[in-house]
């Protein structure tokens, strides 16, 4: 038996030429979508045989008509963006959300899978963002019985939305490479070490090696998302003598506490130092920023009308699949030719 592609709204986004946000909006008849939008989705989805998710009506008997969304914390800009986005979602297919922020604690994320036993008996599904799994931790998911669906994760055995990090981290690398800097360093979500090595510090590394450069591990530290993180790992790098030409960072957020840093010690960005991030947030447009841009937005819409689908079709059953949206190079002020 051939098994066929199961059209998703990622396959009418693309045939659309619009984004997963707004082909989500137009087929759910929501304002704010343009007649010409309106149309082009329509037709998209007529060619492919897509229909959206059904409204609450269609809810199954017994159901809660709750979701669960679970995030590392609450108030990094990419959690929020994927939290509103995918809450649009539920709503307009008759969920309600609840919002768990594990607060980046390891005794608050213990008490949660402790818990989901009983949070399997309040909600109907889980929608993860960019939480890093043990495996005894995939184990209970997928034995408390609810329909899971997550972004920005890695071999886990449900729907996943995300984005080539490995890629991304290359692109970034890459264009620093390109401009002719080879003493790079990288604020890096993680130390580096064989065991741990993330998919962003791999394409750095990998950019490297297609160069004949080696990592140099007086220039590899650590660095939370925020902004606080990204300047204590800059001010670290640079206390330890440190002096790379240009610096590449995981993050945006990363990023701007580099840049506060190098300026703190009266360095000029990009005049002494190129520096690069990954994400496209708000602010990068503001300052000026060099970035790799991912869909984020997209990838909490995404993910949420996947988990719809399979809330909504439980007699249908899938393989779980994982699909990775299109990352984009953005250069700006804070990286140039080296002189």
Known sequence: MVRTHRVTIQDVAVLSGLSICTVSRALRKLPNVSEKAQRQVAE??????????????????????????????????????????????????????????LRNKASVRQQFFADLGNLAQRVDGLLLLNIDLAPNEVE???????????????????????????????????????????????????????????????????????HHLTVHPDLVVGAGPSIDDGRRAMTELMTRGGRPTAVFAHCDEAAFGALMALREHGLSVPKNVSVIGIDDHPMSWFLGLSTVAQPVADQGAFAANLLCERLLNTESPHQPSNHLLDTKLIERKTTRHKR
Not at 159 to 184: F, K, S
Not at 192 to 203: A, L, M, N, Y
Request: net charge negative; hydrophobic share 45%.
């Open 44 to 101: 998209a989805a007529s060619k492919l045989g897509y229909k959206a998710s059904a409204a609450a009506s269609r809810l199954a008997g017994g159901s809660t008509g709750l979701v669960a969304i679970v995030a590392p914390t609450a108030t990094a800009w990419f959690f929020a963006q994927a939290v509103e986005a995918a809450e649009e979602v539920f709503g307009d297919s008759g969920y309600d959300t609840v919002l768990i922020s």
């Open 140 to 210: 209970a998911l997928e034995a408390c019985g609810l329909a899971v669906a997550s972004v920005g994760m890695r071999n886990v055995p449900w729907d996943n939305v995300g984005i080539d990090d490995e890629h991304a981290a290359w692109q970034a690398t890459q264009h620093l490479l390109g401009l002719g800097h080879w003493d790079l360093a990288v604020l890096s979500s993680n130390e580096h070490s064989v065991v741990t090595e993330t998919p962003r510090f791999r394409g750095f590394r990998r950019a490297l090696d297609e």
